[in-house]
């Protein structure tokens, strides 16, 4: 582990509306070059999870083209510039998402979700104190909001029918933080 491994090029392949797709030239310790697949996720992204003053805490179901089907999520989605502070990101998403505002927003971690091929960032938040509301969605959104127990939510992880990094990292945060009450 002393040699460092080094790019020595980086090659756009495709530009795309959130992620740009490179050719990485990497040398490695030996003196050998690889190409590696490198994506770059401009923006970033906010996430939230919201508990609702019963202890439930809200889920959006959508569809999601890469895997074909429907999926289980925490509300999120990407910064609407580099330089937009993710908690304005998360209060948007959670409102235009659920419908729900709330007046205590904390962030509770921050994670990488594919490091071995892509610099995406999400920062994943609190919401609490919620307030009703009506949803906003983007044009291209078809959302249901549904709302669960932690424990079922924890269940459904367990069983892989949640396998969304951001929500699994979220809840499971979420629910680790309740029972050591790490405030």
């Known amino acids: 582990m002393g ?3 080094k790019r020595v090029k980086r090659v756009l392949e495709h530009r795309g509306t959130i992620l740009d797709i490179y050719s990485d030239y990497m040398e490695l310790p030996n003196g050998k070059t690889e190409k590696w697949d490198f994506v770059s996720h401009r923006k970033g992204a906010a996430a939230v999870v919201a508990v609702r003053d019963d202890g439930k805490i809200l889920m959006v179901r959508q569809y999601r083209n890469a895997l074909e089907r429907e999926t289980l999520e925490i509300p999120a989605g990407a910064r ?3 330089t937009e ?10 409102q235009e998402e659920t419908g729900y505002q ?4 904390e ?5 990488r979700t594919t490091v071995a091929f892509c610099d995406e960032f999400v920062d994943v938040y609190l919401a609490r104190r919620l ?5 906003h969605f983007d044009d291209a959104e078809d959302i249901a909001v549904e709302a669960y127990e932690p424990k079922e939510l924890c269940k459904m992880i367990y069983e892989g029918r949640i396998q969304d990094s951001k929500t699994v990292a979220g809840i499971l945060a979420y629910c ?4 050591h009450k790490l405030d």
């Open 176 to 179: 680790n933080r309740e029972k």
């Open 131 to 135: 307030k009703e509301g009506k949803q």
């Open 85 to 94: 502070d993710t908690r304005i990101c998360a209060m948007r998403e959670l």
């Open 3 to 5: 040699e460092k491994i």
């Open 80 to 82: 609407d510039s580099v």
């Open 102 to 105: 709330s007046a205590s927003l």
């Open 107 to 111: 962030k509770l971690l921050s994670l």
